[in-house]
């Protein structure tokens, strides 16, 4: 389009516009509107400007006609500028289409900052196709796209939608310390910070303050930031992640492997029915299937069987054995093959933590579970827990842990014991697997890995 110098101005004439976001104005059709945000596609027609505008409730198609899009002052406008418009909603006819089914006749509209064009354009900044590293850098940016935005959708309703289930439930959210002078997932991935002269750590997991929430609030769960000084560079795991855990009282381990199983079913289901999140799960993820009860149960002894039968290797490239810990490539392997969420269950004493109870009827393994998703594998860890002192304090035994500043903990079992047991489960891990994303670093806001704290 030819620039030309027309001042652009509102007509007084026409009814006063109501300010609105962008999703609500699917259901405005025939107002006239005012909508800010940010030019997210923009494209020069024979007599028209066409505009997507973005405002993070939703994309919203815009065109400008006549001599607004003959102005001078159109043709400065580059992606990413802000802008306020003004005009009229109409519904689509049938067979076109645009976000929400209608789109905004542009009367009138204002700059509200433009963003650069040339060497500086955004396009350039987090270019298609870029080292993730530098998108890593540009983050800030990135976060502007359509998937990884769309992925930060999801993940909120994902949130919500596990908070509603908690609430049917009756379990109480608290917020324990992030702060902790106790380890929980073994000494060698603790954060260690200064504390006023005192050695202290980023927790590894809530667990140990939700146990003794038990006895005062009953069952409860958190969500909260857990800290992992992670050698491993891998693709699932993240040196900050968020953990969502509960600990529930009274029950035992079927019971706490059928509540998983709920939690996992109605959660996805409340996801998926949400009006923004489902869409969402649907474009990211064609051909994702909600899972349905019951899950697959796969003792660890007959893992390693099945593994033995597939010819899949352990670390050290031999035939697995029973005590072998299933690391990341083997569990996958196996997942992927099996396709269906799996109740891996009965992990050996050794390869687990020091708190977990052993089974009744087989005293080299625990009453432990961990739950594979296909693409992802492990996405929660659970156990029922110790009850007896003195078992409890075998355990700190066997890893070598003193057991001192764990008095609080301890006092748990002294104090009216109760049978209890929990899990974590990894907010990234799960939205990995519901959303398919390769990489946990792509369903976290500014992940944090190895080498990785900014921006
Ligand atoms: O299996 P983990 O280490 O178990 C615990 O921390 C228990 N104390 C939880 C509990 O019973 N309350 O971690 C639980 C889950 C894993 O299944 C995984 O999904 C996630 O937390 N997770 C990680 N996610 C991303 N990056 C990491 N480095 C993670 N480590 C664990």
Same mark, same amino acid.
């Given at each position: 389009l030819e620039a030309l110098n027309i001042r652009i101005e509102q007509d007084t004439s026409l009814p006063e516009a109501r300010k609105y976001k962008v999703a609500k104005?699917? &259901?405005?059709?025939?107002e006239r509107v005012k909508v800010s945000g940010w030019i997210h596609r923009l494209r020069s027609g024979k007599n028209h400007v066409f505009v997507v505008l973005r405002d993070g409730s939703g994309y919203l198609q815009a065109v400008l006609t006549g001599d607004l899009a003959l102005a001078h002052q159109t043709s400065t406008l580059t992606l990413e500028s802000t802008v306020t418009l003004y005009g009229t909603i109409s519904k689509l006819p049938e067979g076109k289409v645009a976000p929400g089914g209608v789109e905004l006749l542009v009367d009138f509209y204002e700059i509200v900052a433009l963003a650069p064009s040339g060497e500086d354009a955004f396009t350039n900044k987090i270019?298609?196709?870029?080292d993730p590293s530098l998108l890593l850098d540009q983050r800030h940016l990135a976060l502007r796209g359509e998937t990884l935005s769309g992925v930060m959708k999801v993940r909120a309703a994902f949130l919500r939608s596990i908070r509603r289930f908690y609430d049917e439930e009756a379990i109480l959210e608290v917020t324990p310390p992030?702060? +902790?002078?106790?380890?929980? &997932?073994?000494?060698?991935t603790l954060f260690k910070l200064g504390y006023y002269g005192e050695e202290a750590f980023l927790t590894q997991s809530s667990q140990l303050y939700l146990e003794t929430c038990l006895a005062s609030l009953g069952d409860v769960y958190c969500i909260q930031e857990s800290f992992r000084a992670e050698k491993s560079h891998t693709r699932?795991?993240?040196? &900050?992640y968020t953990h969502i855990e509960a600990e529930l009282c009274f029950l035992n381990f079927d019971d706490l492997l059928g509540h998983l199983e709920r939690l996992i079913t109605k959660t996805i289901k409340y996801v998926l029915e949400d009006p923004v999140a489902g869409p969402l799960v649907k474009q990211l993820n064609p051909s994702f299937e909600a899972p349905t009860m019951p899950f697959m149960r796969l003792e660890y002894k007959d893992a390693i069987t099945w593994l033995n039968e597939h010819d899949i290797k352990n670390e050290e490239g031999e035939t697995f054995k029973f005590g072998d810990d299933i690391a990341e490539a083997a569990e996958r392997k196996m997942t992927d093959t099996i396709g269906l969420p799996i109740f891996l269950t009965k992990f050996p004493v050794e390869i687990k933590s020091f708190y977990m109870k052993r089974c009744p009827d087989d005293e080299?393994?625990?009453e432990s579970v961990d739950v594979l998703m296909p693409? +992802?594998? &492990?996405?929660t860890g659970g156990s029922m827990r110790i009850e007896s002192t003195e078992e409890l304090m075998a355990g700190f035994a066997r890893e070598g842990i003193s057991a001192d500043p764990y008095y609080w903990f301890v006092d748990q079992r002294k104090y009216g014991s109760c049978p209890h047991g929990g899990y974590g489960i990894g907010t990234e891990r799960i939205l990995a697997w519901l959303c398919d994303r390769y990489t946990v670093r792509d369903c976290s806001l500014y992940p944090r890995f190895t080498g990785r704290c900014k921006p």
């Open positions: 104005t699917y &259901e405005a059709a025939g270019a298609e196709g870029a992030c702060m +902790v002078q106790t380890q929980v &997932e073994g000494g060698s699932r795991h993240l040196s &900050e080299r393994v625990t693409n +992802v594998g &492990e996405i």
